[in-house]
């Protein structure tokens, strides 16, 4: 029989946990997580990290195996999971990736261009460039040094702007140029099923989850992660609009308005990303049956 790889995506809060959850048990199998910031410790509840009762269900990877110092990139994720895959298709024939974080979801499935690795003494020069010049001057240098990447680029991402200009500086070529985005052929079949629900009843449950995180103890959370939050493992929706409100910036009920509606807008760029990959079946949450016919029919 052939390795299935069973990606389960979707926007933050479209209900992909308890799918993930019963698809695991009805194969008889372990999840492995594609969520850039469940990998972190000390991150549970702002993250919806897997409860202790949901690891006891299911065996779950890639889940606080990381500290908050730790630096950590899609690349690594990429070569994690494939060397993860080999060990768990000796034993299962079938296995569930299931998260929202766009790129590791890409890394896995299609692999990552092989960009050169930026020297410190680059990154130290484009960050202080960014501190004393500020955002709009390296956006217009990239214009000038790779206008293809310019007109694609999110341009209020500095980590995005920075890093294209850093490869800009060492290679003497443009970013784009190693971009090649050539898809890596993987030794397993990959089954991509997507959940999506209209925009409002998406919002709903964003603002409810929210509002379930800060009874839960978000805050508490947040205020124990408070030293570290410089760190980018923290720059992070729920955590940066807390930080404000202990640095007195903002109000507390001003801080959880913040945090619903960066939610609501992380959720419409995932969509669009997920929009553009035409392998993805869709299906609402509650076509449970029609999921589970549906992956039946398609493993092999």
Same mark, same amino acid.
């Given at each position: ?16 946990? =308890? ?18 910031? $469940? ?8 993250? *919806?990290?897997?409860? *202790?009762? $949901? ?15 730790? @630096?950590?990139?899609?690349?690594? @994720? ?27 979801? =890409? ?22 460039? @960014? ?11 990239? !214009?000038?040094? =790779? ?35 050539? !898809? ?18 998406? @919002? ?17 959370? *947040?205020?124990?992660? #408070? ?11 729920? #955590?940066?609009?807390?930080?404000? #409100? ?28 997920? !929009? ?25």
């Amino acid at each position: 029989m052939t390795n299935n790889l069973v990606v389960l995506i979707g926007p933050t809060g479209v209900g992909k946990t =308890d799918l993930s959850l019963r698809l695991a048990e009805e194969f008889h199998t372990h999840i492995i997580s594609a969520d850039s910031r $469940q990998l972190y410790g000390y991150l549970k509840i702002g993250t *919806a990290a897997p409860t *202790a009762e $949901q690891l006891n269900r299911v065996p779950h990877h890639l889940v606080g195996t990381l500290q908050l110092t730790d @630096y950590y990139s899609a690349a690594q @994720y990429e070569a994690e999971v494939i060397q993860l895959l080999d060990s768990l298709f000796q034993k299962k024939d079938t296995v569930i990736l299931t998260g929202g974080s766009m790129m590791y979801i =890409d890394a896995v499935c299609k692999g990552i261009d092989d960009i050169p690795t930026v020297d410190m003494e680059t990154r130290e020069l484009l960050l202080q460039r @960014y501190e004393n010049e500020g955002l709009d001057r390296l956006c217009a240098e990239l !214009k000038l040094l =790779d206008p293809e990447y310019y007109s694609i680029v999110d341009l209020k991402n500095h980590k995005r702007v920075i890093h294209a200009l850093e490869i800009c500086y060492m290679t003497g070529k443009t970013y784009t140029s190693f971009r090649t985005q050539k !898809k890596k052929e993987r030794p397993f079949h990959i089954l991509k099923i997507g959940l999506t629900r209209e925009r409002e009843e998406l @919002y709903n449950r964003i603002n409810q989850r929210v509002d379930s995180m800060i009874k839960d103890g978000l805050l508490e959370e *947040a205020k124990a992660v #408070y030293p570290y939050r410089h760190l980018n493992s923290l720059n992070t929706v729920g #955590y940066k609009e807390l930080f404000k #409100y202990f640095d007195g910036e903002w109000e507390l009920s001003f801080a959880i308005e913040k945090m619903k509606q960066n939610s609501r807008i992380y959720s419409r760029k995932q969509m669009t990303w997920f !929009k553009r990959d035409s392998d993805i079946k869709w299906f609402h949450p509650t076509q449970e049956k029609e999921i589970f016919a549906y992956l039946r029919k398609m493993i092999k």
